[in-house]
């Protein structure tokens, strides 16, 4: 059984901070390339974030470069997405997902194992 959970989500002034937390049962999660994605209403699901199998390469989007970073912790199973600074435009369902390669992919075709999702909302 292979089960990503994703939780943290929630809402959130501008300018405020949240942490995203992404627990997972893969068995090979330390070989697994780790990435954040997010939909909002009526627009397609987008990349966030991605982290290479060791953590030691991150990739990010350029609407959130600066000021979400991601991390994971191989020995936990679980992967993390730190934001702050959030804006309205950040307000979306994140979801975390897997990969089995060596290569971080911004395509949502590319990950094999996906979270459920959890909202994140950002207003004044």
């Known amino acids: 059984q292979v089960q990503l959970v994703e939780s943290g989500g929630g809402l959130v002034q501008i300018g405020g901070s949240l942490r995203l937390s992404c627990a997972a049962s893969l068995q090979t999660f330390s070989s697994s390339v780790m990435g954040w994605f997010r939909q909002a209403p009526g627009k397609e699901r987008e990349f966030v974030a991605g982290?290479?199998?060791?953590?030691?390469?991150?990739r990010y989007a350029d609407s959130v470069k600066g000021r979400f970073t991601i991390s994971r912790d191989n020995a936990k199973n679980t992967v993390y997405l730190q934001m702050n600074s959030l804006k309205p435009e950040d307000t979306a369902v994140y979801f975390c997902a897997a990969r089995g390669s060596v290569i971080i992919a911004t395509s949502e075709m590319l990950y094999d194992y996906w979270g459920q999702g959890t909202q994140v909302t950002v207003s004044s």
């Open positions: 982290i290479s199998r060791i953590g030691s390469n991150t």
